[in-house]
């Protein structure tokens, strides 16, 4: 490569990552967390699922019975889904399309139901630490959809990035790889841990900015395709792309017994080796025109994108359409399905989950060691002194924000046990305001080695106190949960014991360095 195509992209390079650093940062360490989403869920809620209960397992008629009791579900289009590894399945109740329903029974609602107890929760209510870590990391948080469209442009950038950083190395990735200078220079030693995580992280770092590119982006691109491709008609989009069924008319004509829902899943499940179910669609419920449809995928080890989905007739129990998962595998389904497995991590189990967030932190220590190779490369003499200044306090800033998230995360996982039960309202209020404060304490030190030291070591105490916490709040102790194979619970106090010690071991290593004027 010529010296001025060099420039060009290391410019590039040096630019894209310096505009997205602090974003990308947050979507790295709370994306991190959130391979472990289920397990915090369960953890904070004190419930336990088998690891081998996959799918949707509740009895179907059952749970019918317990809704009966408190809604009209006539003429209703219902939708019990399983998303996550918990005890709660979504339950999402549209208004009935009888004309003469009440004007109670003509309004949706949407719920979880506890496939234990039969009790019902709002999403508030449900609302866990692990599932405000898991939409932090798309800023779910921010009004929809600028958060999604924020958190997929910071994705994009960041393939930028990572192409132009591959290109200004690919002479030298390998060799300078090996390369570890720890009594060179400062920039030096930051430069050499740059390259060489970099390099260990970049077949991870690239999966992750090409498939949050798609999901957040996607959204902004089903705009333009409604407009120009579907004239406004958003809900055959949708369908195209098989997110929804076809509308199924109301017959009015309303039936005294209502067919087996469980018998529908049981002969779906029958059908196929290994099917999952997580999905269960009934349009016009009680209706004569009712139907059933069951969706699902079979298990990982059997097929990598096998979604399936048959829809039955309630009454008479024909098959009215039946995708084979083994065999009528789409583009459509390959490439939705890919891209969500390879995000999330979930095909791999626990230790693919482990590696990916191992890789997250990494990746989290390879967006600072630009930053502060930035920072070096510009603290010289021939620098005006203003500049200088300003570049210090920006990355002063940077590091408040993205180092105290290590604390503040702890913290919060001791609140939501303290204060338990908790919900949306309490986790946002606590974890942002506290990240504020932390933030802006930080910054009026004006130390980036008095932020990287203690951002560590407070947040390795306070993960040294989360099993303390838990066992005290619920009495839900390490070895009580070993012993008693609540596996979920054990994980998080285990997980937290070995990040809280590797952290602490890291923050002794630490020695003032001053940077040279």
């Known amino acids: 490569m010529n010296q001025r195509s060099y420039n060009i992209f290391f410019n590039l390079h040096t630019i894209s990552g310096i505009i997205i650093s602090a974003a990308l940062f947050v979507i790295f360490f709370a994306g991190s967390f959130a391979f472990f989403r289920d397990e915090i869920a369960n953890w904070q809620k004190n419930e336990e699922i088998a690891l081998t209960e996959n799918g949707i397992t509740v009895n179907l008629d059952t749970v019918f019975d317990s809704l009966k009791n408190n809604y009209n579900l006539y003429g209703r289009d219902i939708e019990i889904a399983k998303h996550y590894n918990e005890r709660r399945v979504s339950v999402n109740l549209s208004a009935s399309k009888d004309s003469l329903a009440t004007k109670e029974d003509k309004a949706g609602t949407f719920f979880y139901l506890d496939t234990q107890t039969y009790n019902t929760y709002t999403y508030v209510q449900s609302y866990t630490l692990g599932e405000f870590l898991y939409r932090l990391h798309f800023f779910a948080q ?32 390998i060799s300078n790889f090996y390369t570890f200078r720890p009594k060179a220079k400062f920039k030096t030693i930051w430069t050499d841990a740059h390259t060489a995580l970099g390099t260990i992280g970049l077949p991870f770092q690239f999966v992750y900015a090409v498939t949050g590119a798609f999901f957040m982006l996607s959204l902004l691109m089903a705009a333009p395709n409604v407009m120009f491709l579907y004239n406004g008609n958003q809900q055959k989009l949708y369908e195209d792309l098989e997110y929804f069924d076809k509308p199924v008319a109301l ?43 069951v969706e699902g995928e079979l298990e990982k080890d059997i097929k ?99 180092l105290s998230m290590y604390p503040i995360t702890a913290l919060a996982f001791i609140a939501v046990k303290v204060f338990h039960p908790v919900g949306q309202s309490f986790i946002y209020k606590f974890y942002f305001i506290g990240w504020l404060l932390l933030s802006v304490f930080f910054f009026i030190k004006k130390s980036n080695y008095f932020t990287n030291k203690y951002c560590l070591l407070s947040g390795s105490i306070l993960g040294l106190l989360i099993p303390i916490a838990n066992g005290i709040t619920t009495g839900n102790w390490l070895w009580k949960t070993y012993a008693n194979n609540q596996f979920q619970s054990f994980f998080i106090d285990i997980f937290w014991i070995i990040l809280a010690f590797t952290t602490l071991i890291i923050t002794f290593k630490i020695k003032r360095k001053p940077l040279k004027p």
Request: charged share 20%; aromatic share 16%; hydrophobic share 45%.
């Open 304 to 402: 990598f994108t096998g979604t399936g989905k048959v829809i039955y007739n309630a009454i008479s129990g024909e098959i009215l359409s039946k995708k084979n998962p083994i065999t009528k595998t789409s583009y459509l389904d390959g490439v939705k399905n890919a891209m969500y497995k390879l995000h999330y991590g979930d095909y791999g189990g626990l230790t693919l989950r482990l590696i990916s967030f191992v890789l997250g932190l990494i990746s989290c220590f390879v967006i600072i060691s630009g930053v502060l190779i930035w920072l070096v490369a510009r603290d010289k003499k021939n620098v005006p002194e203003k500049k200088r200044r300003f570049n210090k306090i920006l990355v002063n800033i940077y590091l408040s924000i993205c």
């Open 251 to 293: 017959s009015y004509q309303k039936i005294e017994t209502v067919p087996s829902v469980e018998t529908f899943v049981d002969k779906t499940k029958k059908e196929w080796n290994g099917f999952e179910v997580s999905h269960i669609h009934i349009y016009n419920y009680a209706d004569s025109n009712m139907q059933v449809a």
């Open 142 to 173: 921010i009004k929809y959809p600028f958060g999604y469209y924020l958190s997929g442009f910071v994705a994009f950038f960041f393939l930028f990035a990572i192409i132009t950083g591959v290109l200004i190395h690919w002479d030298k990735i």
